[in-house]
């Protein structure tokens, strides 16, 4: 193939980088500790988390009177 010739394929077709096609499936969710309630609330030991936690805690109180 010359080079005018993928331009044209590339053209009329996209460029495709690799990544599976398709839409999501209800099953293929990404499933993350960040969400879940011992890690929101810092309950789960880590000290990081703890002060993450009461970060989050801060800002939802900001503006509550």
């Known amino acids: ?3 005018e010739d993928d331009f044209l394929l590339i053209l ?11 839409p999501r499936k209800e099953d293929d969710k990404v499933k993350t ?3 879940k309630k011992k890690y929101i609330t ?3 030991g880590s000290g990081s988390a703890r002060q993450k936690a ?6 939802a ?5």
Do not use: L, P, V
Not at 12 to 22: K, L, M, P, Q
Not at 54 to 59: L, P
């Open 1 to 3: 193939m010359s080079k």
């Open 12 to 22: 009329e077709n996209g460029i495709s980088f690799g990544r599976g096609g398709g």
């Open 33 to 35: 500790k960040a969400k």
């Open 42 to 44: 810092g309950a789960h």
């Open 54 to 59: 009461k970060y989050r805690e801060q800002r």
């Open 61 to 65: 109180n900001r503006h509550k009177k």
